[in-house]
Structures are given as structure tokens and as C-alpha cells.
T-cell receptor
Framework: SQQGEEDPQALSIQEGENATMNCSYK?????LQWYRQNSGRGLVHLIL?????REKHSGRLRVTLDTSKKSSSLLITASRAADTASYFC??????????FGEGTQLTVNP | ETGVTQTPRHLVMGMTNKKSLKCEQH?????MYWYKQSAKKPLELMFV???????ENNSVPSRFSPECPNSSHLFLHLHTLQPEDSALYLC???????????FGEGSRLTVL
């Protein structure tokens, strides 16, 4: 069953703008992870945020987690054309295996 | 380079063929996974191996047969597949069951 659901499904922005993607989930979690996938390639882990954390940064990435709303957001600041990819959130359903959402397709136009 | 290698990267097979996908990791991870990624669908977990033992089979048809001979290698044996099995098959490994996943580049399978 699908746990995380990303929103929007597709996002198109200009280079230099910020991109925000959201993820909602249904059950309690221990951690939430964000991954990136370039077309036809494997997924690459971006960041993991634990249920007792509210915000985490990694370079131009900022992830927030609101367990009361069962939602997370991924912010990419000062986007670049190379950020064009699909972005997925993954959650562990009550400590069980990870399940992935359908992803957000981000296009950054030069 | 994630440390997880999948071969072949591309495979075309007929419905009566038998082929295998191979995955190799030298990250010292204990868990290995097969995922299926079809167009416009979420990533589907197929099989999980933890310390070489299969811990999950997510209702996968028997025409897909996994094999984990040791903690570094994982195979997916394919037999009498259907055209709808055409997809990107991704292997991943992790140190812990719900920790960070390291993915291979995937094997793009086309069933004619």
C-alpha cells in the first residue's frame, strides 16, 4: 500500500527560484526520507529526518517534518537545471519497511 | 557510484526466455531489496533479504524467483514473463531495515 503521497505531481520553475515539494503519510513513522531520481537511473538518498526532528538542512536542501499533520516538505533553494529530476519521499510504516510515494517531477528551466 | 552494481543495465527477452538480473554490493550491508518501477506507478517492493534470509515476498508472481547466495549478491531469476512485466528493476541495500537505501542504476527490462 502507498504510504507517502507527494504533491505536486509535477513542478516547473526557472533557474534560481526555490522549489517546494510536499509529502503526506498515513501512519506513525520512525523516520522519513527523501530521494532523487534522474530519468532512467537509480534513486539517490538525499536526507533522512527522524520523527523527533522538525527541520534538517543539507546544502541547498531543507526538509521539515510535522508529525501532527503527518506531512513533510522538501525545499530546494536557488535551483539549478541540474536539479531536474523526480523526487520521492519514503516512510517506514510504524518501523516496518520503507514505502515510496509516486514522486514529484521537478523541471528547472535554464 | 553508490556501491551497488546491477547487471545487465538493459535486457530484452521473449516471453519464453529465462534470464537473470544480478545485483552486487560491497558496502557491508545486511539487507538487500528488489524493487519494480513501472511508468506512472509508485516504486513497488518485491523482495527483501535480511542476513541472506528472505523476510518479505510482496505477493510477487512465481515467474520472478529471487536468490541470495550471500550477503553481497542478489539475483532475480526471470521465467515466462509477460509484456506487463516490462519495467525498471532496482536493487538496493541498507545497513538496517529502515535505514538509508543505496540503489543500483537499475536493469531496464523489456518483454516482447
Amino acid at each position: 500500500s502507498q504510504q507517502g503521497e507527494e504533491d505536486p505531481q509535477a513542478l516547473s520553475i526557472q533557474e534560481g527560484e526555490n522549489a517546494t515539494m510536499n509529502c503526506s503519510y498515513k501512519t506513525s513513522i520512525n523516520n522519513l526520507q527523501w530521494y532523487r531520481q534522474n530519468s532512467g537511473r537509480g534513486l539517490v538518498h538525499l536526507i533522512l529526518i527522524r520523527s523527533n526532528e522538525r527541520e534538517k538542512h543539507s546544502g541547498r536542501l531543507r526538509v521539515t517534518l510535522d508529525t501532527s499533520k503527518k506531512s513533510s516538505s522538501l525545499l530546494i533553494t536557488a535551483s539549478r537545471a541540474a536539479d531536474t529530476a523526480s523526487y520521492f519521499c519514503a516512510t517506514d510504516e510504524s518501523g516496518s519497511r520503507l514505502t515510496f510515494g509516486e514522486g514529484t517531477q521537478l523541471t528547472v528551466n535554464p | 557510484e553508490t556501491g551497488v552494481t546491477q547487471t545487465p543495465r538493459h535486457l530484452v527477452m521473449g516471453m519464453t526466455n529465462k534470464k537473470s538480473l544480478k545485483c552486487e554490493q560491497h558496502l557491508g550491508h545486511n539487507a538487500m531489496y528488489w524493487y519494480k518501477q513501472s511508468a506512472k506507478k509508485p516504486l513497488e517492493l518485491m523482495f527483501v533479504y535480511n542476513f541472506k534470509e528472505q523476510t518479505e515476498n510482496n505477493s510477487v508472481p512465481s515467474r520472478f524467483s529471487p536468490e541470495c547466495p550471500n550477503s553481497s549478491h542478489l539475483f532475480l531469476h526471470l521465467h515466462t514473463l509477460q509484456p506487463e512485466d516490462s519495467a525498471l528493476y532496482l536493487c538496493a541495500s541498507s545497513h538496517t531495515y529502515t535505514g538509508e537505501l543505496f540503489f543500483g542504476e537499475g536493469s531496464r527490462l523489456t518483454v516482447l
